[in-house]
């Protein structure tokens, strides 16, 4: 494990917040990309967008002390240590939702579905990359198991090794980020118009969820379902008819469209 990527001095620099920071400025920069493909003003998209990522970084941040809410009543400077806890991966999304549909209400002019088509790929390809901080760093490690993809990890005796759930996130999101965009080519590229209802969001909604199921009772001290997972497990049957509702919209808006 690398938990110091490098040194600045003697100030170290930790391989988990710089992985992280650089997988979601990639993230942004990627999404600015993406605005002209949904037809969303460029400064009004950048606008939201700015606000949606510091809403990210709150939301992956605070959620972390919810569970342990009176040790952070007690001393709130532990909430500005960044060698205690870490960052919410569900924390990050529901931040960033809430904060791009509050901005988008207040201002008027840029559509929140649209706006999260744009996000939801690149919002993949960083937890694809900041699953390896997590890797690096330690943290996030599975349970003890002689699954032939487990590994050791240098922190445990020898002959131990665990399911690396790290690399789990990471591929995952990696495959999900592929299907997307394997939907978008079809969809909005290849037809050369946007869908009228999202498809990528509700479908990346359920494949994130699906995700988090499958991986998540395979992590060190998963003891029973928090509130989020209840809510994860929840969200896919009416996810799953948005998407097909979603889907039939666009396949009757393309009935006319000849596809090569």
Not at 89 to 96: F, H, P, R, V
Not at 182 to 205: A, D, H
Request: with cysteine; aromatic share 14%; net charge positive.
């Amino acid at each position: 494990m690398f938990p110091v990527l490098f040194r600045i001095g003697n100030i170290p620099v930790d391989t988990y917040y710089a992985t992280w920071l650089v997988a979601l400025a990639l993230a942004l920069r990627w999404s600015v990309g993406r605005l002209a493909l949904y037809e969303i003003d460029d400064d009004e998209g950048r606008r939201v967008m700015a606000w949606s990522f510091l809403g990210m970084l709150l939301g992956a941040r605070a959620t972390e002390y919810i569970w342990d809410f009176s040790a952070y009543w007690n001393d709130p400077s532990l909430f500005f240590d960044l060698n205690k806890g870490g960052l919410s991966e569900k924390g990050a999304i529901l931040g960033a939702l809430l904060v791009t549909f509050i901005s988008c209400r207040r201002g008027g002019r840029v559509s929140f579905f649209r706006l999260c088509e744009v996000t939801v790929i690149p919002s993949f390809f960083a937890i694809a990359l900041g699953r390896w901080g997590c890797f690096f760093a330690g943290c996030c490690v599975g349970i003890e198991s002689s699954f032939p993809l487990a590994l050791h990890f240098p922190y445990d005796a020898p002959s131990m090794t665990r399911h690396a759930t790290q690399i789990y996130y990471s591929l995952s999101a990696a495959l999900i980020l592929l299907t997307l965009i394997f939907v978008e080519k079809y969809s909005v590229r290849r037809c050369g118009r946007i869908p009228p209802l999202p498809l990528l969001t509700p479908l990346g909604l359920i494949l994130y969820s699906v995700m988090r199921i499958a991986v998540d009772p395979l992590r060190l001290n998963f003891d029973e379902m928090k509130p989020s997972d209840v809510a994860l497990a929840a969200v896919i049957i009416p996810t799953g008819a948005w998407f097909l509702f979603s889907w039939k919209a666009f396949c009757k808006k393309a009935r006319d469209v000849q596809i090569p």
